[in-house]
T-cell receptor
Framework: GNSVTQMEGPVTLSEEAFLTINCTYT??????LFWYVQYPGEGLQLLLK?????DKGSNKGFEATYRKETTSFHLEKGSVQVSDSAVYFC????????????????FGTGTRLLVSP | DTAVSQTPKYLVTQMGNDKSIKCEQN?????MYWYKQDSKKFLKIMFS???????INETVPNRFSPKSPDKAHLNLHINSLELGDSAVYFC???????????????FGPGTRLLVL
């Protein structure tokens, strides 16, 4: 089945450092790709998404490009802040469920980012 | 004005007990979900309902029974709790349409369940 692989965490950076969190996927067809973020004690929030190859999703200084040739959707930010400390989840939209026409999300295991002042 | 709310936030109980977790969304969405996040942070969908109809039912023990009294609520009832049920359970909602590229899902804060 479809799956998402993320780099193991935690990723520990100093403020203003460059961030990359790797995400690769295995899928049939052409899934949409997402990054969700989970701040401490909260639920997941959509950070950005891309719906087709070569699309770039961006939000709050974060970017990720849908690379079909390398089946990747790596998350990047040029200068991280302490407030970016959170767990980041890569996800893809899976195929149709129960022949209903509705898709479901498949998540990676999450990568914890810790940013120190 | 919380968009997706869950109760309780924490739940500690003994093996063999029956418990329920409630979820409500005030976003007017048609689709709601339950996810389980295990100790390794792996997040997996369990169920999804659209307009009170079950649309996704992953391989979940039948001790888990979702109930959707209306499209704003999706509750999760768990019978005969086992140690392996200990996890964080997240509710989510979205405004999905069949065949349309998936819309954003909005997650609740999670319910941390510990079975002793």
């Amino acid at each position: 089945g479809n799956s998402v692989t993320q780099m193991e965490g935690p990723v520990t950076l100093s403020e203003e450092a460059f961030l990359t969190i790797n995400c690769t996927y295995t899928a049939t067809g052409y899934p949409s790709l997402f990054w969700y973020v989970q701040y401490p004690g909260e639920g997941l929030q959509l950070l950005l998404k891309a719906t087709k190859a070569d699309d770039k999703g961006s939000n709050k200084g974060f970017e990720a490009t849908y690379r079909k040739e390398t089946t990747s959707f790596h998350l990047e930010k040029g200068s991280v802040q302490v407030s970016d400390s959170a767990v980041y989840f890569c996800a893809l939209s899976d195929g149709l469920a129960m022949n209903t026409g509705f898709q479901k999300l498949v998540f990676g295991t999450g990568t914890r980012l810790l940013v120190s002042p | 004005d919380t968009a997706v709310s869950q109760t309780p936030k924490y739940l500690v109980t003994q093996m063999g007990n029956d418990k329920s977790i409630k979820c409500e969304q005030n976003l007017g969405h048609d689709t709601m979900y339950w996810y389980k996040q295990d100790s390794k942070k792996f997040l997996k969908i369990m169920f999804s309902y659209n307009n009170k109809e079950l649309i996704i039912n992953e391989t979940v023990p039948n001790r888990f029974s979702p109930k959707s009294p209306d499209k704003a609520h999706l509750n999760l009832h768990i019978n005969s709790l086992e140690l392996g049920d200990s996890a964080v359970y997240f509710c989510a909602s979205s405004q999905d349409l069949p065949g349309v590229i998936r819309e954003t899902q909005y997650f609740g804060p999670g319910t941390r369940l510990l079975v002793l």
